[in-house]
């Protein structure tokens, strides 16, 4: 059972530049959500969806979109990077409840040069 | 909104002696609060959560939380550390708004245990 998958694990791009960060579970979660985490400052959601064609806007949104065209897939799009935005992004997943733990991926630590 | 504190950066305990990592919380409504561990390098590991009923919960690894509504706190603790517990902890309580499941993360302690 894998889990949640990020793929790729480490990128540097340079300003401007665009990406698509992947994100897989296969646990059949309807939740699956973005975070950015930077030192002291803990984890911060960027994008959520609640299932397939739902998805909504976090607290820092702003650079980044989603898609999530299937339960099991969740890309989040960097428009036009900035170095504000080297970070360090985790992908997490988990059914529905407010009881419901998320599972998380390893993350993709990303440099904007 | 809801928001969680941990007010120290850094904890320090030598292995053997029991640990403390604390978090506070604030929210509306009733709480249900996790605990996760990050090793170098990984994502987040669940280690236990409060949803209702005894204010003691107990997780993976030997760890324990301890609910405490009046204080609104839910300390983790473990009564004999190993070296291996060493990395970055989390508390997190569940959001009320926006579908009430998404989740809103302390800043995170760092706990060594110094052998």
């Known amino acids: 059972n894998a889990g949640v998958t990020q793929t790729p694990k480490f990128q540097v791009l340079k300003t401007g530049q665009s990406m698509t960060l992947q994100c897989a579970q296969d646990?059949?979660?309807?939740?699956m959500s973005w975070y950015r985490q930077d030192p002291g400052m803990g984890l911060r959601l960027i994008h959520y969806s609640v299932g397939a064609g739902i998805t909504d806007q976090g607290e820092v949104p702003n650079g980044y979109n989603v898609s999530r065209s299937t339960t099991e897939d969740f890309p989040l799009r960097l428009l036009s990077a900035a170095p504000s935005q080297t970070s360090v992004y985790f992908c997490?997943?988990?059914?529905?409840?407010?009881?419901?733990?998320?599972?998380f991926g390893d993350g993709t630590r990303l440099s904007i040069l | 909104a809801q928001s969680v504190a941990q007010p120290e950066d850094q904890v320090n305990v030598a292995e053997g002696n029991p640990l403390t990592v604390k978090c506070t919380y604030s929210v509306s409504g009733n709480p249900y609060l996790f605990w996760y561990v990050q090793y170098p390098n990984r994502g987040l590991q669940f280690l236990l959560k409060?949803?209702?009923?005894?204010?003691l919960v107990k997780g993976s690894y030997g760890f324990e939380a301890e609910f405490n509504k009046s204080q609104t706190s839910f300390h983790l603790k473990k009564p004999s550390a190993l070296v291996s517990d060493s990395a970055l902890y989390f508390c997190a309580v569940r959001d009320t708004d926006n579908y009430g499941q998404n989740f809103v993360f302390g800043p995170g302690t760092r706990l060594s245990v110094l052998p």
């Open positions: 409060y949803i209702t009923g005894d204010n």
């Open positions: 646990m059949n979660h309807e939740y």
């Open positions: 997490a997943s988990s059914y529905l409840g407010r009881d419901q733990p998320q599972h």
